[in-house]
């Protein structure tokens, strides 16, 4: 059984999740996955993944960042003025603030059993901060996670505050999502809490790095990068060779594949030996 929820943040700001296996809430550990960078919580692969996670005894919790400008109409970019405010402070509060009320009882009676963090791509990131920061995360899992948030060059910063936005193309829905310059600022002002670097010899928990060697959005050196300055007494990196960005899945989902399944398959394996 499968549940969806309405939580508001302390700013005010609507999150929709759901949680899948809703039934294992009390009894078995939480997963909450983090999207990425126009990512949403039933994008492609994730509602398989919350189906498939809730079949092996797991509870998972997905939500859309109040500002990743998706709203009523699921998988839909309808709230670009959101998307264009959106923060890197913004999504790690909200992550933050989902854990807590996960541990407060929000969405039913938690189970004891832990919270694993399982980011995708700028997610992974996320989900880097969030576990190095909260005692109560019990793992961390990033798939083709981003190793820092600042990807721009200083010539596409002299033009974002020159224009006062800066332009992405969505290249699936043919939409031009445009960026502040609140972002930029983010970056700048917050630089030492987002620093993603910083945070991972935090990590001092149970901490799986996948990464397709073949992604061309978040080059497989990341996942090295990630791996070289964890501590080896928790990290593991696992190389999923020729996997891409999403390891080769789509939007709306089609279907698995062997690279993918391989992603499945380790993360699995490494949530059951925490059980």
Known sequence: MNKDFIFYTVEQNKIRATVYGYKNLPKQPLLIFVHGFKGFKDWGFIPYLGEYFAYHGFCVLTFNFSHNGVGKKPGEFTELDKFADNTFSLELSELEQIIEAYQFAYFGKPSDKGIYLLGHSRGGGLAILAGSQIEEVTGVITWNAVSYFDRYTERQKEEWRNKGSFDVLNTRTNQMMSLNVSLLDDLEENADVLDIEKAIPHIRKPFLIVH??????????????????????FAKLIPIPEAGHTFDCVHPFEGANKKFDAAVAVTLEFLKKQK
């Open 212 to 233: 397709g060697e073949q992604d061309l959005t978040v080059p497989f050196k990341e996942g090295q990068r990630i791996f070289e300055l964890s501590d080896k007494n």
